[in-house]
Nanobody, 117 residues
Framework: VPLVESGGGLVQAGGSLRLSCAASGITFSSYDMGWYRQAPGKQRELVAGISSGGGTTNYADSVKGRFTISRDNAKKTMDLQMNSLKPEDTAVYYC???????????WGKGTPVTVSS
């Protein structure tokens, strides 16, 4: 599995968590990366994305100003700093790697985040 997430857990509303995604076996710096989440009974949605070089980021409106995505191409890692967490942020969070050239996508197995009110 080329992508492994870590850092999920249980946190109270208003708290913070930092998710990490470690990549292996891929040319990490060639892939756009993203964090997605899927809540029970809902479709998977994009939370935040970052371009292969790290120069461009985008966020879902629901997390703007609270979440920050970053990557370290030398370490082959991507992080998601989540602040001011809300119960509606509860979901399984997935790491995604997308190659625009190869039209390939890789997914991690996900890490659960639970925000209690």
């Amino acid at each position: 599995v080329p992508l492994v997430e870590s850092g999920g857990g249980l946190v109270q509303a208003g708290g913070s968590l930092r998710l990490s995604c470690a990549a292996s076996g891929i040319t990490f710096s060639s892939y756009d990366m993203g964090w997605y989440r899927q809540a029970p009974g809902k479709q998977r949605e994009l939370v935040a994305g970052i371009s292969s070089g790290g120069g461009t980021t985008n966020y879902a409106d629901s997390v703007k100003g609270r979440f920050t995505i970053s990557r370290d191409n030398a370490k082959k890692t991507m992080d998601l700093q989540m602040n001011s967490l809300k119960p509606e942020d509860t979901a399984v969070y997935y790491c995604n790697a997308h190659s625009r050239i190869l039209h390939l996508d890789f997914w991690g197995k996900g890490t659960p985040v639970t925000v209690s009110s």
